[in-house]
């Protein structure tokens, strides 16, 4: 008899831990570029439209860096030496917020409009409740490189290459299809996810049902 119990105990908690598991928050991590096309309308479009809508339900990831890489010299970036500086600037922004909510309301804001002057380290920053001096001084300084040569290591680890910016991921496992359907259908591809590891309240036929506004 008292095996019997053990083994509906087993059971029952084997039976929990898997549900705890299937609903646990989604990990979507976003490696992107201060200053690409791409990258800026997925962030301003799909992303910030989105987000707040199920972040309850997520976990984020942003990491700006993209098809740069570093050398003796320093960082050699896709679109220029504008696009390593505003690499860094977002990574040291990001690092000094705590709300995903509110790390998504900056890169949206930097993403706008990131040539005019000012704008993604100062008129952003200050939006977002960050010390634009702090900013400024990690920007300019080691630490500001190190988290480049931070970005970089998880960039290259996580993604293939990447081949493409912006790279979705979801679950620290990148997947092709994954990619092309995020990249293009962010909304829809989300549901699937959620919908899948059992949070079945969230969408209706591909379609978040929040009635929030982001």
Do not use: W
């Not at 989105?50 to 997520?58: P, S």
């Not at 996810?193 to 209706?204: D, P, Q």
């Amino acid at each position: 008899m008292k095996s019997l119990i053990f083994v509906v105990a087993v059971a029952a908690f084997a039976t929990v831990t898997a549900d705890r598991i299937k609903r646990a928050p989604l990990k979507v991590s976003v490696y992107y570029e201060s200053h690409c096309p791409d990258s800026r309308d997925f962030i301003i479009t799909q992303l910030h439209p989105h987000f707040c809508k199920v972040q309850q339900y997520l976990n984020l990831n942003l990491v700006p860096f993209g098809k740069a890489y570093s050398s003796d010299q320093g960082f050699t970036c896709q679109h220029g030496p504008k696009e390593c500086r505003g690499n860094t600037i977002h990574n040291c922004v990001l690092k000094r917020i705590q709300d995903s909510k509110a790390q998504v309301d900056y890169v949206n804001c930097a993403m706008y409009d990131p040539d005019q002057p000012g704008h993604i380290e100062k008129t952003c920053v200050e939006e977002s409740g960050v010390s634009v001096e702090q900013v400024q001084k990690c920007f300019t300084s080691s630490e500001g490189y190190q988290m480049m040569l931070k970005a970089e290591k998880e960039t290259k680890a996580m993604t293939p290459g990447p081949l493409f910016v912006p790279t979705i991921v979801f679950d620290d496992e990148y997947n092709d299809d994954d990619q092309n359907q995020a990249f293009v259908k962010f909304e829809s591809t989300l549901c699937e996810k959620l919908v899948s590891r059992g949070h079945t309240e969230v969408c209706s036929n591909g379609v978040i049902m929040s009635p929030h506004t982001c």
